[in-house]
């Protein structure tokens, strides 16, 4: 990979990873579209029918099967969780890139949507601590942190763009 986008849920990782692939002329794998396009099942469907023990599963074999693979990886928000990911990222030669954003604006993208099964249980406090809980993990593979609550997609995907050529040379 190019590089791996993380970051918790509605910081914009599939906005921006498709963005910066378009930009770097390389394929766009999102993990939880992986999994929906290789189970035929929904992320709401697996989590109910097989539950989430089943998901990570799922997500920690395909983060591996693409971490040799040429192109932006946009990873789901609970990814670097699982401790096994989280070695996996860290040990990785592939530049990590977390994409922060405040809970307000976190909140007012994802819960609007019913696509993500831990969002439908959770409501706006409950949200805020799992972020909080969750922090230190997204911090502990990261290379480089984009604060994203300003900035336009265009904007954040340059950044990205400028970070990977300087650790180029
Ligand atoms: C999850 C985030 C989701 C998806 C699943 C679980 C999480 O991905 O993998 O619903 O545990 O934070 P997004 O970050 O793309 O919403």
């Not at 906005?15 to 378009?22: R, S, Y």
């Not at 539950?51 to 990814?79: A, C, I, P, Y």
């Amino acid at each position: 990979m190019k590089t791996i986008l993380v970051g918790f849920m509605g910081t914009g990782k599939t906005t921006i990873g498709e963005l910066l692939a378009q930009n770097l002329q390389v394929p766009h794998f999102d993990l939880d579209q992986v999994i929906v396009e290789q189970t035929g099942w929904t992320i709401n469907q697996l989590f109910e029918r097989f539950g989430e023990k089943f998901f990570r599963n799922l997500e920690h074999q395909l983060l591996l099967d693409h971490l040799n693979k040429d192109g932006v990886l946009s990873t789901g928000g609970g990814t670097p969780v699982m401790n096994d990911n989280l070695t996996s990222l860290k040990q990785s030669q592939v530049p990590v890139v977390l994409l922060e954003a405040s809970i307000e604006t976190i909140f007012k993208r994802v819960s609007n949507n019913q696509t993500r099964p831990l969002v439908n249980q959770l409501n706006f406090q409950q949200l805020a601590k799992l972020k909080q809980q969750r922090s230190s993990r997204y911090y502990a593979c990261a290379d480089l942190v984009i604060a994203t609550d300003d900035l336009s997609p265009t904007q954040i995907s340059a950044k990205i763009n400028r970070f990977l050529k300087q650790i180029k040379n």
